[in-house]
């Protein structure tokens, strides 16, 4: 199975500041990478596809780059709607495997 | 819009089965493959296999091989996933996903989840 490892595990970040999440895939994915946002109580909500394609509806401060083994989110000025938990996603290989998850929370 | 609607939490004995829906609607049923997911308890994301809504062919990841059976009824635009022997481990939300995420559309829609406690 590949093994995908987020880190940071968790960050406390201030509104306004830039924030990047790092996503390192024990092998190869290619650009077969998605990444999702998912609130207290909710559903995850997909942010990022194709590695580096913005979800429509998706507010231009995220975006997403990287291929092959490593990938970051980097969310350009935090919103307080945006304190949350982040999940990457390789749908590469069987079984599609997730990152543990990286939860953003106020400093 | 676009709507993926589960059936009710359940609650179950160790050793029995549980079958949670999800009914789709606002778009092709057909047209996307149903993923499910599923988060224990303060925990992260699994993922639990696919079933292409279209033909009916299956993908399970192992770990859940010979416990998960996933079907659909493409009359009533509707997806089930079915668990048996449950453990108090799978005490979990599991939700439906509607997406091709290999075909590099934006399409991609969840379910609200459906929480299954298995207590003894």
């Known amino acids: 199975d590949i093994q995908m490892t987020q880190s940071p595990s968790s960050l406390s970040a201030s509104v306004g500041d830039r924030v990047t999440i790092t996503c390192r895939a024990s092998q190869g994915v290619g650009n077969d990478l998605n990444w999702y946002q998912q609130k207290p109580g909710k559903a995850p909500k997909r942010l990022i596809y194709?590695?580096?394609t913005l979800q429509t509806g998706v507010p231009s401060r995220f975006s997403g780059s990287g291929s092959g083994t490593e990938f970051t989110l980097t969310i350009s000025s935090l919103q307080p709607e945006d304190f949350a938990t982040y999940y990457c996603?390789?749908?590469?290989?069987?079984?599609?495997?997730f990152g543990q998850g990286t939860k953003v929370e106020i400093k | 819009q676009v709507q993926l609607v589960q059936s009710g939490a359940e609650v179950k004995t160790p050793g029995a089965s549980v079958k949670v829906s999800c009914k789709a609607s606002g778009y092709t049923f057909t047209a996307y493959y149903i993923h499910w997911v599923r988060q224990a308890p303060g925990q992260g994301l699994d993922w639990m296999g696919w079933i292409d809504a279209n033909g009916g062919g299956t993908n399970y990841a192992q770990n859940f091989q010979g416990r998960v059976t996933m079907t659909r009824d493409t009359s009533i635009n509707t997806a089930y996933m079915e668990m048996s022997r449950l453990r108090s481990d799978d005490t979990a939300i599991y939700y439906c996903v509607s997406s091709n995420w290999n075909g590099g559309t934006d399409f991609d829609y969840w379910g609200q989840g459906t929480l299954v406690t298995v207590s003894s």
């Open positions: 194709a590695a580096s």
């Open positions: 996603l390789q749908h590469n290989n069987y079984p599609r495997t």
